[in-house]
């Protein structure tokens, strides 16, 4: 297994470095120089020259590839020329906010996808099976952010069951810091009225979020159990007497979650691409919204960092699902 | 407790303690304001001059005069007044004393003389209105109230530019100097003012959030205000529905002042916010490329001016909320001239141009592109309204969407310069050299004020003397003839004069609207329960 997890973690070096490469080459190809927005709304051109040679922005674009390369390789992803701040702080600060985000959306995909579609395939071809099939195509099609829209006008505006936007409410300070995750870091400092605060705020982005997830979890998992209810063992469990439910949640499912544990790792890298528009119609302070922002105002080096860091993390977890994998079904494990 | 009775439990309690949470999310602060405005890139007053940081700098730091009220009137707030030599190149200013930075130091005439010095060598933002009449050897401090500015040549506008000067504490920013710097790293994240309101830092994420609280011992006293506002929370929110719910929510006390037109009848009918609506000093124009054929042809520029539904455009898509704006000055400024005609929407009209041009020689048949800034929607909006009109009269107009930054840099070159784009020109310094001056004088090509590439050799000479009198009664006359003269050469095409629209809640009182700022002033502010 460990040769395994370090294999895995080789092959994500050149990834990365491919990555880089292609992001810088995107971001920098076009004709892309925020000297001139840098530099302000009434500069001279030689303000903007200054701006420009400040910056490194006049060096060919393979030496500026050079310096980022290098930059990286000490671990200095380089300042926001927007915040003037180092990029890796600014990301520091929003990526907690996008991780426990996308966490909840993923957990709560599986939690309510794994078993819908476990019994979509114990029902196979019932009302429900056609039902959950109709529910996830929907889930799959619907555009987050008009449904981000429709739950924020329910749930916040009509019903006033659950916060608008945000985090956490305003003029309230946040948890004491300890992981940045607000539900986590509450409930180790034992203050579950802020856990109960950012619960309340994470419900609906996170269930936006989780939609299309959800639907492609149960969808899979519907697959995997009907193909895995098809193979002898589980007749012979059948014939040997062991209890339906058993088989079907024990077996069964643990044979056919293989799937879905995959798809769960593309999922993650998904989600939190998605998070964008989530992001930004609830007003969740992540790394979404900061990349939007920095696209907009051309702030390069945080788009290669913000690409850099999902980047990793994104194959960081499908390491684990790998790991995972290698655990539900260890001929993977064995095959390396 | 069996596991599975041990997790109902804590379930349980969860959704009581989120739903617990509902009355009290629902209910702002009474004495603190949620102000639901962009904050700037960062908080170095000299890195950028949008107006997100006015929003931000007229609060926490002070400028040597101020721009108050609407129209906005130019009002002395550091300085006690200032004189000018006969020779318009000598500007006297002196300063008000007792005025206490927040770490409690008093701003003198040094700290002014030092405030110039960064903005010009920082050459960044705001040093743009001053770096063609400014060098550091003209600025002196004779004596602790007394600053001087030695022109290299007569610049009338210097003065109505004071407001876009932060002064700045000397004794915060120099420890924090990196590698000659000016301290704009640390700035980027820290203030050194003597604003009505402080910033707490530990609260600051960029664009996103900044806490202030007020100070108590600002120079002007709080005698004007009996209920001022002691914490404003600033909260930046992305999307344009997400705002404008949690001003109907009562989450936050205002939107932005662009407000879309359709949600402003959304606003007006709840029970909890209304609609602040100010004629503002803010151009939508949109631009062509003078030197690019055909736009080089006067015709044909007439033809695109004759073609643009002004009415359909103000009217539909903006239901009204905007004034008809002939020229290039704001119509509710001094300089643009009170008969100037505006150009009527009349396809006939433009036909007649467009053949004339044909007959000129004009490639009127080449498509033509016009780049939208793809997170403005009314630029998308203004540019289909054209497209529609040039397809009757044989046009054919391609949108292509881009963004500010992209399309600032490639106007520095007339040839990477697009046919035509769409943009605003806000009010930055409050007078027609911000408009008018900047966007034609020929001195200016490269920068995107001046990004239609107009030359003339005339309108050149007049903005030239405008800009170099100190009489205001001979300046007007000149920029009604350079108005007059750039409208007859359709050097470009100018749709409105914005009406700033802002959503507000009922609780909050004491908004007074500055174009400058766009009346982001807290310290007139008070809230209501």
Redesign the interface.
């Given at each position: 297994m460990t040769r395994f997890v370090l294999h895995r973690l080789l092959l994500t070096i050149p990834a990365l470095v491919g990555l880089l490469v292609l992001t810088f080459i995107m971001l920098r190809v076009?004709?892309?120089?925020?000297?001139?927005?840098?530099?302000?709304?009434?500069?001279?051109?030689?303000?903007?020259a200054?701006?420009r040679k400040a910056y490194g922005f006049d060096e060919p674009l393979w030496k500026q590839f050079v310096i980022y390369v290098r930059q990286v390789g000490t671990g200095d992803l380089g300042?926001?020329i927007?915040?003037?701040?180092p990029v890796i702080r600014?990301i520091a600060?929003?990526l907690p906010a996008t991780i426990e985000l996308t966490f909840i959306s993923l957990l709560f995909a599986a939690c309510v996808g794994i078993p819908l579609g476990t019994l979509a395939a114990v029902w196979y071809q019932s009302f429900f099976d056609h039902a959950m099939r109709v529910v996830t195509v929907a889930g799959l099609a619907i555009a987050s952010f008009w449904f981000a829209?429709i739950l924020?006008?329910i749930f916040?505006?009509e019903l006033?069951?659950?916060?608008?936007?945000?985090r956490f409410?305003?003029?309230l300070a946040a948890p004491w810091h300890i992981t940045g995750f607000y539900l986590v870091d509450s409930l180790l400092t034992l203050r579950?009225?802020l856990?109960?605060?950012a619960?309340?705020h994470i419900?609906m982005p996170a269930f936006t979020l989780s939609l299309a997830g959800l639907a492609s979890i149960a969808r899979f998992t519907r697959a995997g159990a009907l193909e895995t209810m098809q193979k002898e063992f589980v007749h012979y469990a059948e014939a040997a007497g062991y209890a339906r439910r058993r088989i079907v949640w024990v077996y069964v499912l643990r044979n056919s979650v293989v799937g879905a544990t995959t798809q769960i790792g593309l999922l993650f890298g998904g989600l939190i691409s998605s998070a964008v528009a989530v992001e930004?119609?609830?007003?969740w302070?992540g790394v979404g919204?900061y990349a939007?922002?920095a696209?907009?105002?051309?702030d390069y080096k945080a788009v290669l960092a913000v690409t850099l860091v999902v980047g990793l993390i994104y194959s960081i977890v499908n390491i684990l699902v790998d790991v995972v994998h290698a655990w539900l079904d260890p001929r993977v494990a064995e095959k390396l | 407790m069996k596991r599975r009775t041990f997790l109902m439990g804590s379930g349980a309690?969860?959704t009581?303690?989120?739903?617990?949470?509902?009355v009290?999310?629902?209910q702002?602060?009474p004495d603190?304001l949620?102000w639901a405005d962009d904050l700037p890139?960062?908080l170095?007053p000299y890195?950028?001059?949008?107006v997100p940081m006015q929003g931000y700098m007229i609060n926490v730091y002070d400028t040597l005069y101020v721009n108050k009220e609407n129209p906005p009137k130019l009002v002395p707030w550091l300085a006690t007044g200032h004189t000018i030599s006969d020779d318009g190149l000598t500007v006297t200013v002196k300063l008000r004393e007792g005025v206490k930075f927040h770490d409690g130091s008093s701003l003198t005439s040094d700290d002014v003389v030092w405030s110039f010095h960064r903005l010009l060598n920082v050459?960044?933002?705001?040093?743009?209105?001053f770096?063609?009449v400014l060098d550091t050897n003209g600025i002196t401090a004779p004596d602790p109230t007394t600053a001087v500015f030695k022109l290299k040549q007569p610049y009338a506008p210097f003065v109505a530019a004071f407001p876009l000067v932060a002064i700045l504490n000397r004794r915060q920013i120099e420890p924090n100097i990196k590698d000659n710097d000016w301290g704009?790293?640390w700035l980027?994240?820290n203030s050194a003012g003597s604003g009505c309101y402080i910033p707490d830092i530990s609260t600051y994420?960029?664009?996103?959030?900044l806490d202030m609280k007020r100070n108590h011992d600002h120079f002007m006293g709080w005698t004007h205000n009996t209920s001022p506002i002691e914490?404003v929370?600033r909260?930046s929110?992305?999307?344009t529905?997400?705002r404008v719910?949690?001003l109907?929510?009562g989450?936050?006390d205002c939107t932005d002042s662009y407000l879309p037109p359709d949600q402003v009848d959304r606003v007006l009918a709840s029970k909890t916010a209304t609609v602040s609506k100010n004629q503002t000093m803010r151009v939508m124009v949109l631009r062509m490329n003078n030197k690019k054929p055909p736009f080089d042809n006067r015709n044909f520029r007439l033809a695109m001016s004759h073609a643009f539904n002004y009415k359909g455009f103000i009217d539909g898509v903006l239901k009204g909320y905007a004034v008809r704006n002939a020229g290039p000055i704001p119509v509710n400024l001094w300089g643009s001239p009170t008969d100037l005609a505006p150009y009527d929407f009349n396809l006939d009209t433009a036909k007649d141009y467009l053949a004339k041009a044909k007959a000129e020689g004009a490639p009127v048949e080449r498509e033509i592109e016009i780049q939208i800034q793809q997170?403005l929607a009314q630029t998308t909006q203004a540019a289909q309204i054209l497209q529609q009109s040039l397809r009757k009269i044989g046009v054919n107009l391609k949108i292509v969407a881009n963004?500010?930054?992209?399309l600032?840099?490639?106007?520095?070159k007339a040839d990477?310069t697009p046919d035509m784009w769409a943009h605003w020109v806000?009010a930055?310094f409050i007078d027609p050299e911000n408009w008018i001056g900047?966007m034609y004088d020929s001195r200016?090509h490269?920068?995107?004020?001046a990004s239609c590439w107009y030359k003339n050799d005339k309108v050149d000479a007049l903005l030239r003397e405008a800009r170099h009198l100190d009489d205001q009664g001979k300046r007007q006359p000149l920029y009604e003839e350079a108005s007059r003269i750039i409208v007859a050469d359709a050097a470009d095409i100018w749709i409105y004069n914005a009406i700033e629209l802002r959503g507000i809640s009922n609780r909050l009182h004491g908004f007074e609207f500055t174009p400058i700022g766009s009346g982001a002033d807290f310290r007139t502010m008070s809230l209501t329960s």
């Open positions: 076009l004709p892309n120089d925020p000297s001139a927005a840098l530099a302000g709304e009434n500069a001279t051109p030689d303000q903007i200054a701006v300042n926001s927007i915040s003037n701040r600014d600060e929003r829209i924020q006008m916040a505006m006033d069951w659950l916060p608008l936007r945000g409410p305003v003029g579950f009225d856990f109960g605060k619960f309340a419900l930004a119609i609830f007003d302070p919204s939007v922002n696209i907009l105002t051309s | 309690a969860v009581v303690a989120a739903m617990g949470n509902r009290a999310l629902a702002p602060m603190e949620v890139g960062n170095d890195s950028v001059s949008d050459k960044k933002g705001p040093a743009a209105a770096l063609p704009q790293a980027a994240s994420q960029p664009v996103q959030q914490i929370r909260r929110i992305m999307e529905t997400t719910n949690a109907i929510k989450d936050v997170h963004l500010w930054p992209q600032v840099s490639s106007t520095a990477t806000s930055y900047q200016f490269g920068t995107w004020k």
